[in-house]
């Protein structure tokens, strides 16, 4: 499953460059749009950046939880299901689909529904353990499987209310799971994804209505300039469900992979941020000798500075965005690591025993946070023996 939403993502990035490179024309999809072109590239090109990242951070925090703890089948189902949201659900098809003439357009009619309802309806009532509480939620998922052939056979006016429904028994499982059996962690954690979930349907239903609007419209006529705006807000919307969860796993130690996830987080960032400098650079370096000498040739000292002004950012923006992410997701490993070297700056120039006692015990109890401290110092038994002498 893994190599196949690989393979599918890596498919759709001709379809992702295409729209950007066809991004800024008074168009959207085909139709024409009442909108300046400035507006149109704007917000073309951040719905295909929510896209990507959408898709970029389902695929590794599923690669990340799988390589972590594979030995748990809870932790695979929602691997598994995070890669099949970001290949379906978060873009990579349906720009695919756009870009290859042969493709089929399945995506949104057959593929979504096919593939994700059900998935989406056992997560959320078995998340976090992957334990069906309260037991009657099982035909949640006979359920969910007849909404399926539902979706995919009658018009929305049928089965519009059987999701409602399914949808309010399992969000009323997860409450019940939080004030009956989750533990405090639990709780936490369960907040999280339980907020993403209801967020992201709420959105979606709410950005059906400029659909719906837009699909009335006579056939031929130009576009609204809310239309682009709806879209962007779409793609934006399906970053929701991976970013919940990656906080889940952050936040809150979900399946005790936060390391991994850690590093990941700041070289990721690092790449990004490191990828925007670059390309920005060169073009604004290659704009400004266009400018200059009016020659359209793009010099190889352009490439040059653009390489030693990334090699020079390296280490202090990765330590900035390591900083950044330990003071949000690890406040209190960032607090006792900066209590410890505060303490070993102290050790170096304090000479007094009794002070030296005193900032241990407090240490102690600022990082460890223990009931209670108790310090014990040895006797110096071999200098009362030489006294005695």
């Known amino acids: 499953m893994a190599a196949l939403a690989l393979g599918l993502f890596t498919a759709s990035i001709p ?32 719905g295909v950046l929510a896209s990507v990242t959408a898709a970029l951070m389902c695929l590794t925090l599923a690669v990340v939880l799988f390589w972590r703890r594979s030995d748990d089948w809870m932790v695979v189902f929602v691997s598994s299901y995070l890669l099949l949201y970001g290949t379906i659900m978060a873009g990579p098809l349906e720009w695919a ?58 018009p929305l006016a049928y089965w519009g209310v059987f999701m409602v429904v399914i949808l309010l028994g399992a969000i009323y499982a997860q409450v019940y799971r939080y004030r009956r059996v989750s533990t ?78 850690n590093r990941t987080l700041v070289y990721g960032s690092l790449t990004v941020m490191l990828g925007l400098v670059y390309f920005g650079s060169v073009a604004s370096l290659q704009y400004a000798l266009r400018a200059l000498t009016g020659h359209e040739e793009q010099p190889q000292s ?18 900035r965005i390591q900083s950044f992410i330990d003071r949000r997701f690890y406040r209190r490993k960032y607090d006792a690591a900066k209590t410890l070297g505060a303490f070993s700056a102290r050790l170096r120039d304090e000479t007094d025993l009794g002070t030296l006692s005193d900032d241990l015990v407090s240490v102690v109890g600022e990082t460890m946070q223990p009931e209670h401290v108790s310090l014990w110092l040895r006797p110096d038994t071999a200098s009362k023996d030489r006294r005695a002498d």
Do not use: H
């Open 15 to 46: 379809g992702y460059l295409s729209s950007v490179l066809e991004l800024g024309r008074a168009d959207w999809m085909g139709a024409l749009v009442e909108a300046p072109a400035a507006l149109v590239f704007a917000l073309g090109l951040l």
């Open 97 to 154: 689909e756009g870009f290859y003439p042969a493709w089929p357009a399945l995506a949104v009619d057959v593929v979504q529904p096919l593939f994700l309802t059900t998935p989406t309806v056992a997560l959320v009532v078995l998340f976090p353990d992957g334990r069906l509480v309260p037991r009657w939620t099982r035909w949640l998922f006979v359920s969910s499987i007849a909404l399926v052939a539902a979706i995919l056979f009658l």
């Open 184 to 261: 405090p962690t639990a709780r936490q954690q369960t907040k999280w994804v339980l907020f993403g979930f209801l967020l992201w349907w709420l959105l979606i239903m709410m950005l059906g209505i400029p659909y719906a609007i837009e699909s009335n419209l006579p056939p031929g006529s130009p576009l609204p300039w809310w239309t682009l705006v709806s879209s962007a807000c779409y793609w934006l919307t399906l970053a929701i469900v991976p970013l919940s969860l990656s906080i889940a796993v952050l936040r809150y130690r979900l399946y005790d992979i936060d390391v991994v996830i």
């Open 302 to 319: 352009i490439i040059v500075v653009s390489t030693l002004v990334i090699a020079a950012l390296f280490n202090p923006l990765r330590r």
